[in-house]
Each structure stands twice: as C-alpha cells, then as structure tokens.
C-alpha cells in the first residue's frame, strides 16, 4: 500500500479538521498535523504568528518523521498559496504519495458555519490570498455542502487511499480529479 501526504486546503469552516479528524480515526497508520495546532502550541493563539517560519519548518520535520517511520499524513492547514501547499507536499522521504485535497463548500453554507463560529468575514479575507492549485499538482475536489455530500466525497476519496492505481495516471485523474 502507498504511503501518503495529504494537505488539506480550504476556507476556514470547510471541514478539513472534521475530514482530517475522521481519517485518522478509521485509519490506524494515518497521522494529523494541523498548522493552528502548533501556533496553539508555540504561541498560544491559531492566529498566523510572527515567525511563521518556525512553524512551518517543525510542521516539515514532523510530517518526515511520521513518513520516515511508515505512517501516512494528514496536514490541516488553509494553505490558500501555491508555496505553502508545494512546500506542505514536498518531502525528502522516498516514495511518497502527494496529494492536495481542496475542501470545496456552497458560499452561502460557509457563510452560516463561520457566523456560527463567530467569524464573520473569514471568506471575504481568504479569498484576496487564494490561488488555484498549479497544474502539476495532484488534486482532488472534496465538496462538503452538507452529510450526504461529505460522505460521498469521503468514500471517493477513501477509494483513492486503498487504490493501486497511481493518482497520476491519466486515466485515475479523469475519475477522481475534476478541475478546480
């Protein structure tokens, strides 16, 4: 079976921790690493912190030591840029499967979740620093407007997981990876 590195990437309130969450929770040899888990950790807020560098070096180094000992990753983080998810993505370790999963959730249904949460205006603010994913990069589209479309999204993506067909095949990209 193919070791992995997930990036999650998506608005605030799209559902990447709950996906993320749920992965490791059904998949014994998957590990989550969450930017604002960290920032929590160094600074005590998940606000971008001063040295956003640091925080993304320990996130690296922790992400190749899980893949350096066999366990399969899951990194939570916005990453609206094309640096931050090329940088999340890439490891020195061998034989790494990469993929971008980009939460993807009806305007209106992301408004109401982020009110709820009393984050009003997040959309607005992510959307002046989104960038489409490069064309090189492996991407899946995870809708997740509501249950039903999460666990549909959920299984095709689980499909992908357990799948011996490489995700950067032509003929796998068609199925699985629609354009953003």
């Given at each position: 079976?193919?070791?992995?590195?997930?990036?999650?990437?998506?608005?605030?309130?799209?559902?990447?921790?709950?996906?993320a969450?749920?992965?490791?929770?059904?998949?014994?040899?998957?590990?989550?690493?969450?930017?604002?888990?960290?920032?929590?950790?160094?600074?005590?807020?998940?606000?971008?912190?001063?040295?956003?560098?640091?925080?993304?070096?320990?996130?690296?180094?922790?992400?190749?030591?899980?893949?350096?000992?066999?366990?399969?990753?899951?990194?939570?983080?916005?990453?609206?840029?094309?640096?931050?998810r090329?940088?999340?993505?890439?490891?020195?370790?061998?034989?790494?499967?990469?993929?971008?999963?980009?939460?993807?959730?009806?305007?209106s249904?992301?408004?109401?979740?982020?009110?709820?949460?009393?984050m009003?205006?997040?959309?607005?603010?992510?959307?002046?620093?989104?960038?489409?994913?490069?064309?090189?990069?492996?991407?899946?589209?995870?809708?997740?407007?509501?249950?039903?479309?999460?666990?549909?999204?959920?299984?095709?993506?689980?499909?992908?997981?357990?799948?011996?067909?490489?995700p950067?095949?032509?003929?796998?990209?068609?199925?699985?990876?629609p354009?953003?």
């Amino acid at each position: 079976m193919a070791l992995w590195n997930i990036v999650l990437s998506g608005y605030p309130g799209s559902g990447k921790t709950i996906l993320a969450i749920k992965l490791v929770a059904e998949n014994s040899n998957f590990v989550r690493l969450s930017v604002d888990d960290l920032r929590k950790m160094f600074y005590g807020t998940s606000e971008p912190a001063l040295d956003e560098d640091f925080v993304y070096m320990c996130l690296a180094s922790l992400r190749d030591l899980a893949l350096r000992q066999g366990h399969n990753v899951i990194i939570d983080s916005t990453a609206p840029r094309n640096s931050t998810r090329d940088f999340l993505l890439r490891t020195k370790v061998e034989g790494v499967v990469r993929l971008l999963v980009l939460m993807v959730v009806n305007k209106s249904e992301l408004e109401r979740r982020n009110q709820d949460r009393g984050m009003v205006g997040v959309a607005e603010a992510w959307d002046k620093i989104w960038e489409p994913p490069l064309s090189i990069m492996p991407v899946m589209k995870f809708r997740n407007d509501n249950k039903t479309i999460f666990d549909t999204s959920y299984y095709l993506l689980t499909e992908l997981l357990r799948s011996k067909v490489h995700p950067y095949r032509r003929r796998f990209l068609g199925n699985f990876f629609p354009q953003v």
